[in-house]
């Protein structure tokens, strides 16, 4: 089993940048891969970012492309989702998972789920 954790969402203005941390506990973090997925009322479930178990592979949604970034630390059991010119269509629950294998962009293929953190963005 493995526990996720996000934290760092909050509400902030267009434009501003984010950073959101997931603490991952249980078992080995180094071996799984990592992913940020984004759910907004009223809408499905939308990938965002995924990181390979030692960071060689990143993948990003194409709504973020550019203006975020995943990064990792498995000495601190931590993936970080940096978000930088926020805009209003990002506001959104934002959630961690994790799974074995590749990245992807497949919720389904995600094994471990935290809660989520709110993310909103005024215009």
């Known amino acids: 089993q493995m526990q996720l954790e996000e934290s760092g969402g909050r509400m902030v203005q267009a434009g501003a940048s984010l950073r959101l941390s997931c603490a991952a506990s249980g078992r080995d973090f180094s071996t799984y891969t990592m992913g940020w997925f984004r759910q907004a009322q009223g809408k499905q479930r939308e990938f965002v970012a995924a990181?390979?178990?030692?960071?060689?592979?990143?993948i990003y949604g194409d709504s973020v492309q550019g203006r975020f970034a995943i990064s990792r630390d498995n000495v601190k059991n931590t993936v970080y989702l940096q978000m930088n010119n926020l805009k209003p269509e990002d506001t959104a629950v934002y959630s961690c998972?994790?799974?074995?294998?590749?990245?992807?962009?497949?919720?389904?293929?995600?094994?471990?789920w935290g809660q989520g953190t709110q993310v909103t963005v005024s215009s």
């Open positions: 990181i390979s178990p030692r960071s060689g592979t990143r």
């Open positions: 998972a994790a799974k074995g294998g590749n990245p992807g962009r497949n919720s389904g293929d995600y094994w471990y």
